[in-house]
């Protein structure tokens, strides 16, 4: 498939606001691939594909969760987390995509988690900075993301969290593994 089928198959499924936010999102994965070395085609499909099951059903996505025995701690957190990991199977089962990296981009895009591949530190880093969003902060982010992909997804990784506990919500266990990750590898660079 080519760009416009794939955006055309996502158009239906998500409201206008959030099908230019991945139309954001894409630009903004591209540009990074090319800026890192990375395979533009690989990011855009995954860019394209990453929000693919932001408002499908709750309960549809919890089944899925069980059916295809994925990771059972989803059950129960919402849309935000139960998307990337439904995406993915979307994506493989709608969609044919069987690369891993891309699958692994689009699963963990709102959690991270360790040992992140370039690919899926650029899907999750262009979700958050992409051109449409809105945040204090999200200019620092931008600039960063033109020097170190590990420093601008760390920075990403901090702000998901900080904002997590501002507003009091829990964060999924991923996410603090990830974080952990991120320290860890800062802590070994110097």
């Known amino acids: 498939m080519e760009r ?7 158009k239906p499924r998500m409201p206008e606001k959030r099908y230019i936010h991945t139309i954001g999102v894409m630009e903004t994965a591209i540009e990074l691939a090319k800026f890192y070395g990375e ?6 499909i995954a860019a394209i594909l990453h929000d693919i099951a932001k408002y499908a059903d709750i ?14 701690r989803l059950i129960g957190w919402g849309s935000e ?4 990991p439904v995406g993915a199977y979307i994506a493989e089962s709608e ?20 040992g992140m591949s370039r690919l899926e530190k ?3 880093v262009a979700d958050m900075i992409e051109p449409n969003r809105k945040f204090d902060g999200v200019d620092r982010l931008r600039k960063k993301a033109k020097k170190s ?9 901090r702000h998901t969290l900080g ?5 009091k919500q829990p964060i999924y266990p991923l996410s603090i593994e990830c974080y952990n990750d991120m320290m860890k590898r800062e802590d070994s660079e110097g």
Do not use: P
Request: charged share 30%.
């Open 4 to 10: 416009e089928q794939y955006l055309a198959a996502i």
């Open 39 to 44: 395979d533009e085609k690989k990011a855009e």
């Open 59 to 72: 309960e549809w996505m919890e089944q899925i969760v069980l059916d295809e025995k994925l990771d059972a």
């Open 81 to 84: 987390l139960l998307h990337g």
């Open 95 to 114: 969609f044919g995509i069987v690369d891993e990296d891309m699958l692994n981009a689009i699963r963990f895009h709102t959690t991270g988690r360790v």
């Open 122 to 124: 650029i899907i999750f």
């Open 149 to 157: 992909l590990d420093k601008v997804m760390s920075a990403c990784v």
């Open 163 to 167: 904002f997590l506990i501002d507003t």
